[in-house]
């Protein structure tokens, strides 16, 4: 029986377990899948090059999550995801709104099966992805805009969804969880017909959260395949989910206080007679007493950690949940015009709407000489009528969003399978095509703290919210955003258009040498349209403007090889560029031709090894990657002023980050399972050269992340079947918060060991399944969030059952 080499992109529209089977004529043909296990653990992928390619054969660091880990974790989102992978973290300062996720301290490519799934748009509008009618998710490092269109730096996570089959089977599950959680769920999928098949994957679920970080979810899953002939089928898939997820977009703050101001003394090391007053009276004059008070606040990890505030969340009232809607339509076609030869295609259109409140800017400062003024107001303690008031929050502002994002997306693969000259070739013809069109709005209300400042002048705008006495205990204020005379702070439309050409060719040259060279032509066109904010914010941006515009082409390229000196061992290398636009929500001045969008590089050295009969996958990868090109102001242009020769901005700053990952999967025996994974990189912003934080670390970026997932496989109580016993640890180093300009540039989230737990067990037609996280209630920092951390969750458990019909 023929084999045949099939892309990613079919091969996940045509199955994302086994072999296909669908009607009797297709039976007579052996087709492997990209995602079907080779001895359960040395698997197939070809996220890296469109091509099924066994991992031991592909130059370029790729990690797989099956299902299995996924379930056996009780994991149901995204975020859940990060301790599966090495170089997979966190991102710091996205105040906790959606997934934020980060590749090697680079940001990262969210898809479906290739196509576009949303961007991580930080601190605006981000969707919080589930794992619902995810089979296994596949995460490429490094930039690959050849493949995927306008691509991120760190790489490319790819969810692979659930697809109809042919084989009849329907399951309900259940989900009860601490903090009153709980879902239901169906997956149902059969034949219709000898060549229609659908699927269907639904859920419902709601959590009042830890914290009270409520969230609500319900989703919806559709899909039909439709098989013309064993050559050419198509599948028609849609999806839909609405959510709410509450905004912690505090955490736990970092007392503002600066220990250079007070000649290097900690803050447990101060009295009030080191917190002196200024001399030239242009700070904040506190009376000895009121000295004194200020430094008995004061624990040792102020200024450093942050501060614990027990398990209560600081959300305001007036704070609204992030409220997500999001509705994919995609129609991949797939055409095997001879054995050789092979199309696919792919259409997809998908809208998301966000809207929230949240409060953020709530700082306690309390001890700064900055820029040689002690505790100049409004960065200083609050004195209100000679009473200080040493845990108040200054500088408040509160931000209503709403935004809308469309997108269009088109994908043509062409690949064609030869001989030539005794070796196996691969080339691959490559299109892409995106439109994303972006609505966004934004409302501020601040204290009477917050200066407003156009073209560096004071606007005197009066905030109307009540100061914040006492952040412990917080005297929120009441009623409506709108009550506060909310100001227009954004009002735009966005629009970025990429389209793309690329080639690439795949020779496996013999049993050892197998090599990739591929290069794609980008181009990103970026609009942008000012429609006006409130005259009482910026009276420079009151009117709206005309649309301006802004583009940027050129080559991207992946080069790789692989050796393999024997069947258990191989070594590769990648060397790979890609190009992405600048910001997706930045804004556009004049119409600037040919403006450098960022560019990204990424060079790996991988060893990988398997042993135990195939049944251990191992791979060690020294990388360096980094996001060139970016963009900052020159110190020395004044409009109007400098000399033509002097550049408004300059665009060799760069994020770069250097280390070594490692990823193992093994089933040591009938009885053993491991999942080990384990990072150590040295991530640093170089953005501006000008900046105070120049070559500083990375916000939320951990220098080292360690996990391990162990599964037993117990013969107990003479059941028919093995229980299954899980058990995991995690481990991330302390990751800084990055806050130079805020007086705490020492700030950071300190590291954690967290300890999980699961059994369960399986008959033909149910799963029983109990969670235990965090076993020993260790109490730690999720994220690393603007001026300090997210609380994580304290010891829960989640029981889960499903029956199968």
């Known amino acids: 029986m023929k084999k045949f080499k099939y892309s990613l992109l079919t091969l996940a529209c045509l199955n994302a377990q086994a072999a296909i ?41 790729v990690v797989i999550i099956d299902r299995e880990l996924i379930e056996s974790q009780g994991v149901d989102n995204l975020q859940d995801l990060v301790r599966n992978v090495s170089g997979l973290t966190q991102a710091g300062n996205n105040y906790g709104i959606g997934d934020n996720l980060i590749v090697r301290g680079l940001g990262a490519n969210y898809t479906y099966d290739g196509m576009y799934g949303g961007a991580g748009l930080g601190n605006t509008f981000n969707p ?22 306008m691509g991120s730096a760190g790489g490319v996570i790819n969810l692979i969804e659930k697809k109809p089959e042919f084989n009849e089977n329907h399951k309900v599950a259940v989900e009860l969880g601490q903090w ?25 679920a709601s959590s009042n959260g830890f914290r009270d970080l409520k969230e609500n979810r319900d989703e919806i899953f559709t899909s039909l395949k439709y098989v013309f002939s064993d050559k050419q ?15 912690d977009s505090i955490g736990h703050p970092i007392r503002i206080f600066n220990s250079a101001s007070v000649n290097g003394l900690t803050a447990g090391e101060v009295t009030g007679a080191d917190l002196v007053n200024d001399a030239t009276s242009a700070g904040l004059q506190l009376n000895e007493s009121q000295r004194d008070q200020l430094a008995s606040s004061l624990s040792a990890s102020d200024g450093l950690t942050p501060y614990s505030f027990g398990t209560n969340g600081i959300i305001s009232p007036m704070a609204k949940d992030n409220e997500g809607e999001e509705l994919r339509f995609k129609l991949t076609h797939n055409y095997y015009i001879t054995d050789d030869l092979f199309l696919n295609q792919q259409l997809q259109y998908r809208n998301y709407t966000s809207s929230f409140a949240r409060q953020t800017g709530a700082y306690n400062y309390v001890y700064w000489d900055r820029r040689g003024v002690i505790n100049q107001d409004p960065r200083a303690p609050l004195v209100v009528d000679d009473v200080l008031y040493p845990f108040a929050a200054r500088r408040q502002e509160y931000r209503q969003v709403e935004a809308d994002e469309k997108s269009w997306q088109y994908f043509a693969d062409l690949r064609y399978d030869f001989m030539l000259g005794g070796v196996d070739n691969e080339l691959l013809l490559n299109a892409n095509y995106e439109d994303r069109d972006i609505r966004f709005e934004q409302y501020s209300i601040y204290d009477k703290d917050y200066i407003i400042r156009d073209k560096n002048k004071a606007i005197s705008y009066q905030g109307k919210l009540p100061y914040i006495f006492d952040i412990r205990n917080p005297n929120w204020p009441t009623g409506n955003f709108e009550d506060y ?3 227009k702070t954004s009002n735009y439309n966005k629009k970025v258009q990429a389209w793309g050409l690329g080639i ?29 904010v409130d005259a009482r914010y910026r009276q420079s941006l009151a009117a709206p403007k005309p649309k301006a515009n802004t583009s940027d082409g050129g080559l991207t390229y992946n080069l790789g090889a692989t050796y393999q000196p024997n069947e258990d061992l191989s070594i590769f290398v990648n060397h790979s560029k890609g190009r992405t636009a600048y910001s997706v929500l930045g804004t556009v001045t004049g119409n600037e ?16 090894f398997k042993a135990f ?7 060690v990868v020294i990388f360096e990657s980094a996001r060139t090109n970016l963009q900052y102001s020159n110190p020395l242009y004044e409009a109007g002023v400098s000399a033509p020769n002097v550049s408004e901005n300059f665009f060799d700053g760069k994020e770069e980050t250097k280390g070594i990952e490692l990823d193992l999967n093994a089933y040591l025996n009938d009885k053993w399972k491991i999942n080990l994974n384990s990072v150590y990189q040295d991530a640093r912003d170089k953005k501006n050269p000008n900046s105070s934080s120049y070559d500083t670390r990375q916000k939320g970026v951990p220098y080292v992340t360690a996990s391990t997932w162990v599964t037993y496989y117990a013969n107990m109580f003479d059941l028919p079947q093995a229980i299954n016993i899980s058990g995991g640890v995690s481990y991330v180093a302390q990751r800084s918060t990055n806050s130079t300009s805020f007086g705490i540039p020492d700030g950071y989230v300190p590291s954690y060991i967290l300890y999980d737990t699961a059994v369960s067990y399986t008959t033909d037609k149910w799963h029983i399944q109990l969670n235990l996280n965090n076993l020993f209630n260790k109490k730690y920092y999720s994220k690393a969030m603007f001026l300090g951390g997210m609380p994580g969750e304290e010891r829960n458990a989640k029981l889960s059952f499903s029956y199968t019909l």
């Open 21 to 61: 089977a669908v009607t009797t004529a297709e039976e007579d043909i052996e087709r492997i899948s990209v995602y079907e296990k080779q001895n359960r653990v040395v698997m197939s992928s070809g996220l890296a090059t469109k091509s099924d390619m066994s991992l031991m054969e592909t130059p370029a660091p």
């Open 128 to 149: 919080t992805r589930s794992l619902t009618n995810v089979d296994s998710v596949e995460i490429l490092k490094g930039p690959a805009t050849g493949l995927y269109g």
């Open 180 to 204: 009153d959680s709980y879902a239901l769920s169906v997956d149902s999928t059969n034949a219709i017909t000898e060549d229609l098949a659908y699927r269907v994957v639904a859920k419902t």
């Open 233 to 247: 089928n198509i599948m028609l898939s849609a999806a839909y989910i609405k959510d709410a997820i509450a905004v």
């Open 485 to 487: 005379d909310p100001l």
């Open 504 to 532: 690439q060719h795949v020779a496996y040259i013999n049993d050892q040498f197998t090599t990739r060279i591929g290069a794609a032509y980008n181009q990103i066109k970026q609009s942008y349209e000012h429609l006006g």
């Open 593 to 608: 031709a040919d403006r450098k969008d960022s560019e990204s590089l990424s060079n790996d050295l991988g060893v990988r």
């Open 613 to 619: 009969d195939d049944q251990l996958l191992a791979s």
